[in-house]
T-cell receptor
Framework: EADIYQTPRYLVIGTGKKITLECSQT?????MYWYQQDPGMELHLIHY???????EKGDLSSESTVSRIRTEHFPLTLESARPSHTSQYLC?????????????FGSGTRLTVV | GIQVEQSPPDLILQEGANSTLRCNFSDSVNNLQWFHQNPWGQLINLFYIPSGTKQNGRLSATTVATERYSLLYISSSQTTDSGVYFCAVERSGGGADGLTFGKGTHLIIQP
């Protein structure tokens, strides 16, 4: 049973549109993350959050933005989608205490910008 | 940042064979996980194993933190084991820096 939920699962959208990818978790985890993955490649961290009102950029530069108004919710927004944004986006969460446990990933959103 | 190297990059086996996947990392870690990514892109957590040995059915994993490597063993492979296996680590002392992933091992199990 998934404890972290992402919607939509698949999205095809035109260039220039604004989109928001949703991520919610029911585990009460403080730390949440967004990763980007091109097909067959490794995952790269693009955003993370320590908790409410905390957001940081990850290792891979991204034109997307995130917000963390509630502990359980960590949406990602693209103001103007471009074909270069076509990728899979995976959300994850973990407990704050270092070494307390592993990361749990959502099922991902596969985004195609045409 | 921390470096994660996985080997082999590709592996093709017959059903029933055993395999060993390796993950080397360049710094001390407080978190190491093995994931299986299925053809639909979902990441399935196999093991949380920053040190020691764990077993779950046909899969087992060992991490030797002092020597900075981890091994994933798959016994009696089945076609459903096909996919990409990722090792990911979190560096010790980091706050919420996130997991760093290796490039993965692409495993194909042939019937």
């Amino acid at each position: 049973e998934a404890d972290i939920y992402q919607t939509p699962r698949y999205l095809v959208i035109g260039t220039g549109k604004k989109i928001t990818l949703e991520c919610s978790q029911t585990m009460g985890h403080d730390k949440m993350y967004w990763y980007q993955q091109d097909p067959g490649m490794e995952l790269h961290l693009i955003h993370y959050s320590y908790g409410v009102n905390s957001t940081e950029k990850g290792d891979l530069s991204s034109e997307s933005t995130v917000s963390r108004i509630r502990t359980e919710h960590f949406p990602l927004t693209l103001e103007s989608a471009r074909p270069s944004h076509t990728s899979q986006y995976l959300c994850a969460s973990s407990e704050y205490r270092s070494g307390a446990g592993g990361y749990t990933f959502g099922s991902g959103t596969r985004l195609t910008v045409v | 940042g921390i470096q994660v190297e996985q080997s082999p990059p590709d592996l093709i086996l017959q059903e029933g064979a055993n395999s060993t996947l390796r993950c080397n990392f360049s710094d001390s870690v407080n978190n190491l996980q093995w994931f299986h990514q299925n053809p639909w892109g979902q990441l399935i957590n196999l093991f949380y194993i920053p040190s020691g040995t764990k077993q779950n059915g046909r899969l087992s994993a060992t991490t030797v933190a002092t020597e900075r490597y981890s091994l994933l063993y798959i016994s009696s492979s089945q076609t459903t084991d096909s996919g990409v296996y990722f090792c990911a680590v979190e560096r010790s002392g980091g706050g919420a820096d996130g997991l760093t992933f290796g490039k993965g091992t692409h495993l194909i199990i042939q019937p």
